[in-house]
């Protein structure tokens, strides 16, 4: 929250500067105010943050293993409600095994495979219930 109010604070500091019609003359000073909002927004931040820990955690959540990265992508698909499957990896090759309802399913869910990043070769392992 700190954070995002010291961007506020120097982006309203920029609008009143642009918007006062400051000459060339005037860069010192805004230099100077420029140092002491970088210094004031530093001492309010805590020692251990940092302007790209909130991106770090972020990409710290993302999968960064092909099976776990096709995994994340099949639960979050809403056309695989309900249905299982397993993935394993080894390396760029992610096999799927599973029962899928049909073959419109399984299609889809080898492309999804195929079209996750990491991903070179899909082990298409699904099988479909015969008809009666």
């Known amino acids: 929250m700190r ?26 000073k805004l230099r100077s105010v420029s140092r002491v909002a970088v210094t004031k927004v530093q001492n309010a931040m805590p020692p251990a943050v940092n302007a790209v820990a909130p991106f770090d955690s972020i990409r710290r ?13 099949l639960a979050a698909d809403k056309r695989f409600v309900g249905v299982e499957f397993k993935v394993t990896a080894e390396g760029g090759k992610v096999t799927l095994r599973g029962v899928v309802p049909n073959a419109d399913v399984k299609r889809l869910a080898v492309g999804v495979a ?19």
């Open 114 to 132: 195929r079209n996750t990043v990491g991903v070179d070769e899909v082990v298409d392992e699904l099988a479909v219930p015969a008809s009666e």
């Open 61 to 73: 959540e993302l999968p960064t293993r092909p099976d776990d990265a096709v995994r994340a992508r």
């Open 3 to 28: 954070q995002f109010a010291a961007v506020l604070i120097l982006v309203a500091l920029f609008l009143l500067l642009v918007g006062s019609r400051f000459k060339a003359s005037d860069g010192e």
